[in-house]
């Protein structure tokens, strides 16, 4: 991405706010970043714990064109991908959580909220806020297994590693999102593909190898029915909804908000 706009503000709202009310001027991978939200938001509507001053919280303005609104997922995949490669760059080996958290081990360490702005059949607006625990030590809320980079880094090895800069280490991580962007809104082949497959299939198919609890058996609730059940999660349809089997062979479908992890701590 050669064109990359980052506004930088001391406390806002919510960097989705800003993204949204600068939606109409703004270009295509215009960021917002915030040391502090007064309202940051999460899924399903829960606020996001932030530390002022001591992780990254930002909004990335997406406008791709001629984008059709059934291929939206693929932007949250674009988002997530783009953490975990930017943790691996670090050394940590992160999990995307079923639709977008990032997960290192059964910790969570990133949330991401996606919110889409139809016209038609096409997708105009794409915004996805993201809130990575960067140099964080000490969590308050109830929000279950919170970690964050430098506690990562800590854990595995490096007991003195230095707080790392927010500056930094956003412009790395967004390097990282537009390397996957870029070609999926061009629909750039993938070279080392002699079948010469699209860009999107190579990315579900990277999506799938990081997704988190994916062929093992864990416990689940099914939150339309309150039922409880033990499953191994299969992988995703092609409406973005997770497949899990349960342990007596039985494919369920579920939705967003549909299904809840049950995580040890």
Request: aromatic content about 10%; proline content about 4%; charged content about 25%.
């Amino acid at each position: 991405m050669t064109d990359m706009t980052v506004n930088w503000l001391k406390e806002t709202d919510s960097t989705n706010s800003d993204a949204h009310r600068h939606r109409h001027e703004a270009s295509d991978f215009t960021v917002w970043a915030a040391q502090f939200q007064t309202a940051g938001r999460g899924q399903r509507g829960n606020s996001w714990e932030s530390a002022v001053g001591e992780n990254l919280t930002f909004s990335i303005l997406f406008k791709p064109e001629n984008f059709l609104s059934t291929r939206q997922f693929e932007l949250s995949q674009v988002v997530a991908l783009g953490v975990v490669d930017y943790l691996a760059t670090k050394g940590i080996e992160a999990k995307i959580k079923w639709p977008n958290d990032i997960y290192v081990e059964d910790r969570k360490i990133c949330g991401i909220l996606i919110e889409n702005i139809l016209s038609g059949a096409t997708l105009s607006v794409c915004i996805a806020g993201i809130g990575l625990n960067l140099n964080q030590r000490v969590f308050r809320s109830d929000a279950p297994n919170p970690t964050s980079l430098l506690l990562e880094l800590q854990r595995s090895g490096y007991p003195s590693a230095e707080p790392l800069n927010d500056r930094n280490e956003l412009m790395l991580l967004l390097q990282k999102i537009a390397a996957l962007y870029l070609p999926l809104t061009q629909e750039v082949p993938v070279s080392s593909d002699p079948v010469s497959a699209s860009f999107p299939l190579l990315l579900e198919e990277r999506y799938l190898s990081v997704l988190y609890r994916r062929d093992e058996l864990h416990t689940y609730v099914d939150l339309t029915t309150g039922e409880t059940f033990r499953g191994y999660i299969r992988g995703i349809e092609k409406n973005a909804c997770l497949r899990i089997e349960t342990e007596t062979g039985t494919i369920k479908s579920f939705a967003f908000k549909e299904l809840k992890y049950i995580i040890s701590q």
